[in-house]
């Protein structure tokens, strides 16, 4: 993820150096470079994009609404991303209350 980010970030410094407008093959050969260093690497979770949108803090009272609702977005997908863990958890929580009775019924 840590090369990903290098290289994208070389290429976003590569964009911005260029000034005025870009023929349609500088464009498409710029695309073409883009997509090339996203596919050389694993993709990012839906979360890391909503992260990334809450760098910005918002400036007006209708901006601070969609920032409130892209945090609480955020923290949905989040929360997604660990439902394995919770689904995995109550699992081992009810063997163990199970293992447990039956220990108890058969000691008391």
Not at 2 to 26: C, M, P, T, W, Y
Not at 43 to 66: C, F, I, M
Request: with cysteine.
């Amino acid at each position: 993820m840590h090369r990903n980010g290098v290289e994208l970030g070389r290429f976003s410094r590569k964009v911005a150096g260029i000034r005025g407008v870009v023929s349609d093959q500088e464009y498409i050969q710029l695309t073409e470079e883009y997509y090339a260093i996203l596919e050389k690497y694993e993709n990012h979770k839906p979360v890391d994009y909503q992260l990334t949108l809450l760098s910005d803090w918002p400036e007006s009272g209708r901006q601070k609404l969609a920032y409130g609702f892209r945090v609480l977005k955020t923290c949905i997908y989040t929360a997604i991303g660990f439902s394995h863990y919770f689904i995995a958890f109550s699992l081992v929580a009810y063997v163990f209350f199970f293992l447990f009775r039956g220990i108890a019924k058969h000691a008391g």
